[in-house]
């Protein structure tokens, strides 16, 4: 069994930078992980994945360039460095994992078997 615990967001000005962290629990360090979010009213929507050995990443459209995901697996530790924020990056972030042994990105959300509660990140104009 996985538990995913985030930490890191809070109140920032458009244009400032947060970093959001992800312990994990239990053995991830074979599987890949990621980062989703809620905006308010709407949807969960994929923003960044990265592979079990942190060889390969993925990022929504919205947030290339901008966003930075990394991992620690001695440390159990997954990362999402957010740069340049913007008002509509207001949202709750939630880390997830797929299950063991499935170590590619994915953008679904139902392919990703554990789930942190999330974290509020605000971003006023």
């Known amino acids: 069994q996985v538990q995913l615990v985030e930490s890191g967001g809070g109140l920032v000005q458009a244009g400032g930078s947060l970093r959001l962290s992800c312990a994990a629990s239990g053995r991830t360090d074979s599987t890949a992980m990621g980062w989703f979010r809620q905006p308010p009213g709407k949807e969960r929507e994929f923003v960044a994945a990265i592979s079990r050995n942190g060889g390969s990443t993925a990022y929504a459209d919205s947030v290339k360039g901008r966003f930075t995901v990394s991992r620690d697996n001695a440390k159990n530790m997954v990362y999402l460095q957010m740069n340049s924020l913007k008002p509509e990056d207001t949202a709750v972030y939630l880390c997830?994992?797929?299950?063991?042994?499935?170590?590619?990105?994915?953008?679904?959300?139902?392919?990703?078997?554990?789930w942190g509660q999330g974290t509020q990140v605000t971003v006023s104009s």
């Open positions: 997830t994992a797929r299950a063991a042994l499935y170590s590619a990105t994915s953008y679904n959300a139902y392919e990703y078997a554990y």
